[in-house]
Each structure stands twice: as structure tokens, then as C-alpha cells.
């Protein structure tokens, strides 16, 4: 079983659509979340970190259940600028991330 | 903030030929680093980090090989490469200010035919 895993996708959404995707981790001791945006053949980004409490950045929501061990990331009123490549990024308090195999968004016209 | 430059940005090797990526960072001293490796369609595999000058560690053995030879720069290096060492090289650091947020550079895309 992978360490960090994510929804296989990919997602076909419409403009306007609200997406979630998910992500489980295997490490109780996982101690840091993000998600990463990547853009094709480019490097990932950071997109947001995700809290125990949840946060919000615009159209981007995070949230972080310990006691299952998942994070999410929900985007309201797709872009067509939101098509790309979603990273989930599990860090362990030694310092070690290890990235899920992400999911792909494309949203259309 | 720091920034991590490699280069170069795309190369198309032949098997059994070396190879050299070389990535730098500016802005901060002393940083961890790490090289990547993320296979088409893939997520990122870890493949070396260093922690000071000379210091690296290895997370899977491979036919790659890495070295540190300042404070600021990385090198990943193969002497014969073969075609499955094709993909996109990243290096990265962790943000500079502390916490555990990590930044790469441009990447390197390799072709080995």
C-alpha cells in the first residue's frame, strides 16, 4: 500500500462546477499537509497548506481529518485555469514528504 | 524567498551515454536538498538529499549518483544512462524560513534513447 494516496482521477468538470478530490495517508505520524499544483511538464507549486481546523484561500477549501486520515481539497466555480495536476504532500515531523501520484482536472468550456 | 535554478531544462540522451544536471539556489545558506525523479504520469520519487557540503544520501538504489560539491549547488550525475532513467528531474529545498513546505526548480526533462 502506497503511503500517500489520492483519487486515480481524472476529473472532467464544466466551467462553474464544484470538485473535490481526496487523499489518504498511512502515517499516524504524519504531522504537515499541502496540496501542490502542477501544471504540465512543469514543477509543482504550492497551492495551500492544510490546517487541523480547515482553511480557505478564494475558491479553494482544505480540510484535514487526523482520525481517518485524509485530507481533501474542494474547488468552487471552476476555471478553465484550474486544468491541472493536484498533489497531495504528507509530511512527517523528521522532515520526510512524500507526495501522492496526484490527480488530474480538466475543466471545460 | 530562495530560488533553485537547474539546467538544463531538456536533454535527449542515448543509452550507455553520462549524464549531468546541475541545480543551484539563491537566497538562503545551508539548505537541505533534494533530488527528484517523477516518471510520466507519476507521482515524485525521492531520489538523494543532502544536508551540508559532501553529505548525501541515497533513498533507492539506482543507476544515479549525486554529489554537493558547494553549499548552494547539487549535482545528479550518471556514468551509463539507461532508458528507464527517463523523466522529469526536480530539485527542490524546503522554504527557507523554516516550516515544512518544499520548493523546486524549473525541473530537467530527460529522454534516453
Known amino acids: 500500500r502506497k503511503e500517500v494516496e489520492q483519487d486515480p482521477g481524472p476529473f472532467n468538470v464544466p466551467e462553474g462546477a464544484t470538485v473535490a478530490f481526496n487523499c489518504t495517508y498511512s502515517?499516524?505520524?504524519?504531522?504537515?499537509f499541502f496540496w501542490y499544483r502542477q501544471d504540465c511538464r512543469k514543477e509543482p507549486k504550492l497551492l495551500m497548506s492544510?490546517?487541523?481546523s480547515g482553511n480557505e484561500d478564494g475558491r479553494f477549501t482544505a480540510q484535514l481529518n487526523r482520525a481517518s486520515q485524509y485530507i481533501s481539497l474542494l474547488i468552487r466555480d471552476s476555471k478553465l485555469s484550474d486544468s491541472a495536476t493536484y498533489l497531495c504532500?504528507?509530511?512527517?515531523?523528521?522532515?520526510?514528504?512524500?507526495f501522492g501520484d496526484g490527480t488530474t482536472l480538466t475543466v471545460k468550456p | 524567498s530562495q530560488t533553485i535554478h537547474q539546467w538544463p531544462a531538456t536533454l535527449v540522451q542515448p543509452v550507455g551515454s553520462p549524464l549531468s544536471l546541475e541545480c543551484t539556489v539563491e537566497?538562503?545558506?545551508?539548505?537541505?536538498l533534494y533530488w527528484y525523479r517523477q516518471a510520466a504520469g507519476r507521482g515524485l520519487q525521492l531520489l538523494f538529499y543532502s544536508v551540508g557540503i559532501g553529505q548525501i544520501s541515497s533513498e533507492v538504489p539506482q543507476n544515479l549518483s549525486a554529489s554537493r560539491p558547494q553549499d548552494r549547488q547539487f549535482i545528479l550525475s550518471s556514468k551509463k544512462l539507461l532508458l528507464s532513467d527517463s523523466g522529469f528531474y526536480l530539485c527542490?529545498?524546503?522554504?527557507?524560513?523554516?516550516?515544512?513546505?518544499?520548493?523546486f526548480g524549473e525541473g530537467s526533462w530527460l529522454t534516453v534513447v
Open positions: 492544510v490546517y487541523s
Open positions: 527542490a529545498s524546503p522554504d527557507r524560513r523554516g516550516g515544512n513546505t518544499i520548493y
Open positions: 537566497g538562503t545558506s545551508n539548505p537541505n
Open positions: 504532500v504528507v509530511n512527517t515531523n523528521a522532515g520526510k514528504s512524500t
Open positions: 502515517n499516524s505520524a504524519s504531522q504537515s
